[in-house]
């Protein structure tokens, strides 16, 4: 599976944005999707995922209450609706994909296939 992330951009505290992993590839239906960002001197760290079906989502807790993981299979798409933006959520956003996955969503590891990252900036 190869993903390509979106939608990142600038945006005041308070602003949404709605980043998109778009994926080729015949698994992706049956792929685990998780979004994961990094910020500046830290280290990369779960933000949402979904499974295959999208029945099962989990997110960090500072996310929690403002952000949305939703996927299209139509589209092969999975989405990452962010609400509410906090100068601490500015990063580099990555999706990752895990086909037939059986370890928690939020777990770094397992996940195969990661997106080229897309940069989310929130100012004060």
């Known amino acids: 599976v190869q993903l390509q992330a979106s939608g990142g951009g600038l945006v005041q505290a308070g602003g949404s944005l709605r980043l998109s992993c778009a994926a080729s590839?015949?698994?992706?239906?049956?792929?685990?999707v998780a979004w994961f960002r990094r910020a500046p001197g830290k280290e990369r760290g779960f933000v949402a995922g979904?499974?295959?079906?999208?029945?099962?989502?989990d997110y960090a807790e500072s996310v929690k209450e403002r952000f949305i993981i939703s996927r299209d299979s139509a589209k092969n798409t999975v989405y990452l609706q962010m609400n509410s933006l906090k100068p601490d959520d500015t990063a580099v956003y990555y999706c990752a994909a895990d086909l037939a996955r059986t370890i928690p969503l939020s777990w770094n590891r397992g996940y195969t296939s990661w997106g080229q990252g897309t940069q989310v900036t929130v100012s004060s």
């Open positions: 590839g015949r698994t992706f239906s049956r792929s685990a």
């Open positions: 979904i499974n295959f079906s999208g029945g099962n989502t």
